[in-house]
């Protein structure tokens, strides 16, 4: 299996512009997470999908930002307008049942991130 | 106190030694616990799950503390490639969201 796909892995943008991150998670997963990482704030979850369904977005930060996932293969992260202080590593991460997880294995399964950089 | 709780350090510790440090969490439900290990510019990668009192991997102890609400990692003989940020992960009981402590850096010194 390939794990968790992230694209682009760097992003450089200007504030004001639209910024889209991809993610495609392990097949058979049936939940996504998006985190967020920064030096100050360590690992924040923005939110997370059941089934493609978005269960808890309450960590995400303002109207800004939105997520979708038009289906189980695929999910974006979208920053409308970005600014400054959404530079950032955006992680995403996948899970058959984070709840739940097999003894010894890991409940998340994460990409390899998008560094983000807003000027 | 906040979900989850860690010293940020930095640990700056000499090759061969013992190093350990907690975790202490805030929601006394919770049932199991994670550490991960995140190198420098990649994502976290599980290093230990700890169920019921702890458990041993090698070098590793992950010991868990429920009356006093804390987990802790013993890593023994330590080397260099131990070099790293090492994260408390704790679930939220009943649900699948999984809080992150901002970590601890850990530097092992030739």
């Known amino acids: 299996d390939a794990g968790v796909i992230q694209s682009p892995r760097h992003e450089v943008t200007e504030m004001g512009q639209e910024v889209t991150l991809r993610c495609k998670p392990i097949s058979g997963h049936d939940y996504l997470f998006w985190y967020r990482q920064t030096m100050m704030r360590g690992l924040e979850l923005l939110i997370y999908f059941n089934n493609n369904v978005p269960i808890d977005d309450s960590g995400m930060p303002e109207d800004r930002f939105s997520a979708k996932m038009p289906n189980a293969s695929f999910s974006t992260l979208k920053i409308q307008p970005s600014e400054p202080r959404d530079s950032a590593v955006y992680f995403c991460?996948?899970?058959?049942?984070?709840?739940?997880?097999?003894?010894?294995?890991?409940?998340?399964?994460f990409g390899n991130g998008t560094r983000l950089t807003v000027t | 106190r906040k979900e989850v709780e860690q010293d940020p350090g930095p640990f700056n510790v000499p090759e061969g030694a013992t190093v350990a440090f907690n975790c202490t969490y805030s929601?006394?439900?919770?049932?199991?616990f994670f550490w991960y290990r995140q190198d420098c510019r990649k994502e976290p990668k599980l290093l230990m799950s700890v169920y019921s009192s702890g458990n041993e991997d090698g070098r590793f102890t992950a010991q868990l503390n429920r009356a006093s609400q804390y987990i802790s990692l013993l890593i023994r003989d330590s080397k260099l490639s131990d070099s790293a940020t090492y994260l408390c992960v704790v679930p939220n009981f009943g649900n699948e969201k999984l809080t992150f402590g901002t970590g601890t850096r850990l530097t092992i010194i030739p």
């Open positions: 929601n006394s439900a919770s049932q199991s």
């Open positions: 991460a996948s899970s058959p049942d984070p709840a739940h997880p097999h003894p010894y294995n890991s409940p998340l399964h």
